[in-house]
């Protein structure tokens, strides 16, 4: 939750949960899946995130981490799936003050099988592993 007035979950695609397990391998006992390589007791730094991406050939005026969630938001809404869903999965509260502040609802089932079909829908286009393997470094399998 942006501010952090409130936790934030996150239901992940099977496909997701699958490479958190096999990521597993390589954290030894870090609290962080995504440690720092000095450092496991600390996360990598958003310059990390941008650092991957040059690192696999999408220049930083073209993608940068913030926009894959763009990219998921606009293709969740092009796709027509409920807009509550869509902004709770990204952690936006509800421009509406008063709806806001009372609707408290987490939308945890609907958005488990929104993520699940949008990862569907990547792997079904050969997107989604393709994208992982070239992020991740080469000793580490997926």
């Known amino acids: 939750m942006k501010g952090g ?5 996150v239901p992940l695609s099977n496909q997701a949960l699958e490479v958190l397990e096999e ?12 440690a720092q390589p000095r450092s496991k007791d600390r996360p990598l730094s958003t310059s990390s995130l941008n650092r991957t991406l040059v ?6 005026d073209t993608h940068v981490p913030h926009g894959f969630r763009t990219t ?5 809404n092009e796709a027509e799936w409920n807009a509550d869903w869509i902004e709770a999965q990204l952690a936006h509260v509800h421009g509406d003050a008063v ?3 009372y609707n408290a609802a987490q939308y945890l089932k609907q958005r ?6 949008y990862v ?6 050969g997107q989604a592993r393709t994208w ?9 399998s997926v």
């Open 5 to 9: 007035k409130r936790d934030h979950i």
């Open 23 to 34: 990521l597993r391998e390589h954290t030894d006992d870090s609290r962080y899946i995504f």
């Open 55 to 60: 690192s696999v050939s999408i220049p930083r």
């Open 72 to 76: 998921a938001s606009t293709s969740l």
């Open 99 to 101: 709806r806001g502040a």
């Open 112 to 117: 488990q099988v929104m993520m699940q079909a």
């Open 120 to 125: 569907d829908w990547l792997d079904a286009r």
């Open 132 to 140: 992982m393997r070239r992020t991740l470094p080469p000793n580490w």
